[in-house]
């Protein structure tokens, strides 16, 4: 028995690689681009206000598609979605390297955009299979150190690259990290255990789902950024349209796209919202004060990035920390306390002195990344461990679909707050704000107490 568990070990690890390299290399595209836009710019002829369609049709791309990669994947295996998405993704990267027009490189950044999709569908629903479930929350916390590790690496590795090179190489280095993932998933991964429960996969709930947050995504934008108002309520009338008739047709599906199945399972549903308003929170901070350091006090944009490190570094400690704990302490009992640590650091920043020492800044980032980090490893575990293993799929991209809506209202938040204070109170603004979304986020994880835990201590 103890030598089976011996040879197991290594395989299983080496499994795990390969969903931790895809995760880096999807997590990487997310965030080196935003450096690159200025050079893309330049280089394609095009206004920067255009340039930066590479970044959102991306992120635009994964949004819509999310979830119905994540049925997919429990319908044909998670294990087949994670390795074309991964092939999807290298082979859209080489694209990216080669192209020679902004429309080519934007073209293949929306092909890119499907394989990252097939990958985050999958990748916490594949680490459930690999991990028992005793010690699944310590693979939950080294996926959430690595996302971290990727977010706060990219503008770095952005640009060292560009200081040696074009940006073509922002691309080529997703290709050998793909190739090595795809090896080592094709050989080690698991495949889905065997269900009793059958169905297919919903093609018209795909095409509406698609659109539904197609065009929630979109109005939201139009509205931060006062586009044509007559152009966004039109938006506005096809997104209810299209999002009661999506929604009635999930509500007939035995196993549909949007889990609404799931969501009918309080801790689950519960850790859904607690999500959503916690990326709020995060990234109404996040969005906002470089715009303070650098237009209030000053910093430059190299100061900036290393002003902002403390944040994922902290989260980077605690996230394996806080996968440990939830072996043992309830998920909404640690969220709470995450969120706690998490809103009073928002409350420091926002009551930050009119000249800070660097070092005041440093302590009150580093205290928001080590609530955050406390908070998202129970969070993500609680998520994808209350679905039933032939859902682990829904699970994954619901967490995954979570996480990008509580994105994109932060910044579309940030983008209103901007538009209704004058420069010096932006910023506070945001933050107060934040820190009302992580209060409300760390209520409702609290709420999940009176809920047994799928993993870690039973409630009370």
């Known amino acids: 028995m103890n030598k089976e568990?011996?040879?197991?070990?290594?395989?299983?690890?080496?499994?795990?690689?390969?969903?931790?390299?895809?995760?880096?290399?999807?997590?990487?595209?997310?965030?080196?681009?935003?450096?690159?836009?200025?050079?893309?710019?330049?280089?394609?002829?095009?206004?920067?206000?255009?340039?930066?369609?590479?970044?959102?049709?991306?992120?635009?791309?994964?949004?819509?598609?999310?979830?119905?990669?994540?049925?997919?994947?429990?319908?044909?295996?998670?294990?087949?979605?994670?390795?074309?998405?991964?092939?999807?993704?290298?082979?859209?990267?080489?694209?990216?390297?080669?192209?020679?027009?902004?429309?080519?490189?934007?073209?293949?950044?929306?092909?890119?955009?499907?394989?990252?999709?097939?990958?985050?569908?999958?990748?916490?629903?594949?680490?459930?299979?690999?991990?028992?479930?005793?010690?699944?929350?310590?693979?939950?916390?080294?996926?959430?150190?690595?996302?971290?590790?990727?977010?706060?690496?990219?503008?770095?590795?952005?640009?060292?690259?560009?200081?040696?090179?074009?940006?073509?190489?922002?691309?080529?280095?997703?290709?050998?990290?793909?190739?090595?993932?795809?090896?080592?998933?094709?050989?080690?991964?698991?495949?889905?255990?065997?269900?009793?429960?059958?169905?297919?996969?919903?093609?018209?709930?795909?095409?509406?789902?698609?659109?539904?947050?197609?065009?929630?995504?979109?109005?939201?934008?139009?509205f931060a950024h006062s586009e044509n108002r007559r152009f966004i309520a039109i938006q506005l009338v096809l997104l209810v349209i299209i999002g009661v008739y999506y929604i009635r047709r999930q509500l007939r599906q035995t196993t549909p796209i949007l889990p609404v199945d799931l969501l009918k399972i309080p801790i689950f549903s519960l850790s859904i919202g607690t999500s959503i308003t916690s990326f709020t929170a995060q990234m109404l901070a996040m969005v906002s004060l470089p715009f303070f350091m650098q237009n209030v006090l000053g910093y430059s944009a190299v100061q900036i990035g290393l002003l902002l490190t403390p944040w994922p570094l902290a989260t980077i400690l605690t996230a394996p920390l806080a996968g440990r704990l939830v072996e043992r302490v309830h998920a909404g009992l640690l969220g709470g306390i995450g969120m706690a640590v998490f809103a009073a650091g928002l409350f420091a920043l926002y009551r930050l002195p009119a000249h800070p020492e660097e070092w005041s800044i440093i302590w009150r980032m580093a205290l928001c990344g080590m609530g955050f980090g406390l908070f998202q490893t129970p969070n993500n575990v609680t998520i994808v461990s209350s679905a039933p293993t032939h859902r682990s799929g829904g699970a994954s991209g619901m967490l995954g679909t979570a996480r990008l809506l509580g994105q994109t209202l932060g910044t579309t938040l940030v983008a209103l707050l901007f538009r209704m204070f004058p420069e010096g109170h932006r910023s506070q603004a945001c933050l107060l704000l934040a820190l009302v979304f992580a209060i409300g986020a760390g209520i409702v994880s609290c709420l999940r107490l009176t809920q047994n835990a799928p993993t870690g201590r039973k409630k009370a």
């Not at 990669?69 to 694209?95: E, K, Q």
């Not at 192209?99 to 990748?123: D, E, P, Y």
């Not at 080294?142 to 996302?147: D, G, I």
């Not at 560009?162 to 190489?169: D, N, Q, R, V």
């Open 5 to 222: 568990k011996i040879a197991f070990i290594p395989k299983q690890y080496l499994a795990v690689i390969a969903v931790l390299l895809a995760i880096m290399m999807s997590v990487l595209d997310g965030t080196i681009m935003n450096i690159a836009l200025p050079t893309l710019a330049h280089d394609f002829e095009v206004a920067p206000s255009t340039a930066i369609w590479i970044v959102n049709a991306y992120q635009l791309v994964i949004t819509m598609t999310l979830l119905s990669f994540a049925s997919l994947g429990d319908v044909h295996g998670y294990r087949r979605i994670f390795l074309i998405g991964i092939s999807i993704f290298v082979t859209a990267s080489l694209a990216c390297a080669l192209s020679t027009s902004f429309w080519m490189l934007t073209a293949s950044r929306v092909i890119q955009g499907f394989g990252a999709a097939c990958v985050m569908s999958v990748n916490t629903a594949l680490i459930r299979l690999i991990y028992p479930p005793q010690i699944l929350g310590r693979g939950m916390g080294v996926n959430a150190m690595v996302v971290a590790v990727s977010a706060a690496a990219g503008p770095s590795i952005a640009g060292s690259i560009l200081a040696l090179g074009s940006w073509h190489w922002l691309f080529v280095i997703n290709i050998p990290l793909g190739i090595a993932a795809l090896v080592i998933g094709y050989r080690l991964l698991p495949p889905n255990p065997a269900s009793e429960i059958k169905h297919k996969f919903d093609k018209i709930s795909a095409i509406a789902n698609a659109l539904t947050f197609g065009l929630l995504i979109y109005t939201l934008e139009g």
